[in-house]
């Protein structure tokens, strides 16, 4: 009886406890593939009169309808450069680029999530967000990981 008892308990263990690490593993890797865009971003040459200011990733469902993980890294730059010279300057070497003018450090285009820059914006300064956005892993993962990948809840 002792043994059912230690068998049942174990049993129990695994079906709580690897649903549990196979999710954390999932929104720790999607965690990774945004930040992944961040740091390529702020790691990139910046342009002349341009200045890095703050990044942001973000993994989970932010623009659209339906379902599926979408990935998000973006820039605050400070600069002299207009918004179309920043975004041929960033479209040489990043696909699906998006450069904004910033008014506030509140990220107005994530519409499912409220999202801000972490910092202060001078007076008479021009800033901008640039964005790259990312949704399609699986020339990287191949579509086995790429599907377990889209088991993270905020993709919904």
Request: with cysteine; aromatic share 10%.
């Amino acid at each position: 009886m002792k043994s059912i008892k230690r068998i049942a308990i174990i049993f129990a263990i695994i079906i709580i406890v690897i649903p549990i690490l196979a999710y954390s593993a999932i929104v720790v890797t999607n965690n990774y593939l945004a930040d992944r865009i961040e740091k390529n971003l702020t790691e990139h040459q910046m342009p002349l009169n341009t200045e890095l200011i703050d990044s942001f990733s973000l993994a989970g469902k932010m623009t659209g309808n339906g379902n599926g993980m979408q990935y998000m890294g973006t820039i605050l730059v400070k600069s002299d450069l207009s918004e179309q010279e920043l975004k041929e300057y960033y479209e040489k070497d990043f696909d699906f680029i998006e450069v904004r003018k910033q008014e506030t450090v509140n990220i107005d285009f994530i519409h499912l999530q409220k999202c801000t820059f972490n910092a202060v914006m001078e007076d008479g300064e021009t800033y901008y967000s640039v964005t790259c956005w990312d949704s399609d892993r699986r020339d990287t993962l191949g579509d086995f990981v790429s599907a377990l990948l889209d088991f993270d809840i905020r993709g919904h």
